[in-house]
């Protein structure tokens, strides 16, 4: 289960994401109390975490 939790040590990157999306993230963040960056961390975290693995590397190309 996805669980939002609170604090990291970080870098800082660019990204661009669609504005709906920003807004429904934002939305999110403030419900719990934490920043967008936070949130949006989380998120990319719990995907790596819970992604299928792939068969062999010659399936991406």
Do not use: W
């Not at 920043?35 to 998120?43: D, E, K, V």
């Amino acid at each position: 289960m996805f669980r939002i939790a609170k604090g990291y040590d970080h870098v800082s990157k660019t990204i661009r994401i669609p504005e709906p999306l920003a807004k429904e993230l934002e939305t999110l963040a403030a419900k719990n109390d934490i920043s967008l960056n936070r949130l949006i961390n989380q998120c990319i975290q719990f995907a790596l975490e819970n992604q299928e693995e792939q068969e062999t590397t010659e399936e991406c190309k």
